[in-house]
């Protein structure tokens, strides 16, 4: 499959050129404080919301982006498409996971990245959600499909601290429409 990107070499990093699909996406973030991006796999979610970030954060309207995303994607996808693109290289990125997750989470990073299975620990530090205006996005937003779950019931309680959210999926109805329910209940 080819690079769903096009691509231009300055100093090292490309820098990201949206496709018109992406640069849609990006528009509708913009747009919309409370809204999804339901792509299918490997056509760029990430890179789009990396995009609209940049936009909010450099216009003041926003000031850090918290991510729950599952392990891999928390270690993996997020640090590195930061690194790849010449756009995001300035923006900082803490992993809120095992030991260290305390330290992680008092340093001053632009981006937060914890997976799911740490909504216990968030709950007892949401204090750093107060100072500052958040984005929240659930990338891969059908692990918060069931409604009666421990992880849904705690972000739900929790979702007054974020000014815009944001679901990224590229499977949104796995199992059937009751599988939205409590994903668009997150944003609405």
């Given at each position: 499959m080819?690079?769903?990107?096009?691509?231009?070499?300055?100093?090292?990093s490309p820098k990201f050129h949206p496709r018109s699909?992406?640069?849609?996406?990006?528009?509708?973030?913009?747009?919309?404080?409370?809204?999804?991006?339901?792509?299918?796999?490997?056509?760029?979610?990430?890179?789009?919301?990396?995009?609209?970030?940049?936009?909010?954060?450099?216009?003041?309207?926003?000031?850090?982006?918290?991510?729950?995303?599952?392990?891999?994607?928390?270690?993996?996808?997020?640090?590195?498409?930061?690194?790849?693109?010449?756009?995001?290289?300035?923006?900082?990125?803490?992993?809120?996971?095992?030991?260290?997750?305390?330290?992680?989470?008092?340093?001053d990073h632009d981006i937060y990245v914890m997976n799911p299975e740490g909504i216990k620990w968030l709950e007892a530090n949401q204090k750093i959600f107060i100072k500052e205006r958040w984005v929240l996005t659930l990338d891969e937003s059908t692990l918060w499909k069931n409604a009666t779950s421990q992880r849904f019931k705690k972000l739900k309680k929790m979702i007054h601290h974020f000014d815009r959210r944001l679901l990224l999926t590229g499977t949104p109805v796995p199992r059937g429409l009751i599988n939205l329910w409590s994903q668009l209940f997150l944003l609405d």
């Open positions: 080819a690079r769903p990107f096009k691509v231009a070499k300055v100093s090292g699909y992406q640069a849609d996406g990006i528009k509708f973030i913009l747009e919309n404080p409370h809204c999804g991006l339901f792509y299918p796999p490997g056509l760029g979610k990430t890179a789009t919301t990396l995009a609209a970030f940049k936009v909010l954060k450099d216009g003041g309207y926003v000031d850090k982006m918290f991510i729950i995303a599952p392990l891999r994607v928390c270690h993996m996808v997020w640090p590195a498409e930061v690194k790849d693109w010449l756009d995001f290289e300035h923006l900082s990125v803490g992993v809120l996971h095992g030991a260290k997750k305390d330290q992680v989470l008092n340093e």
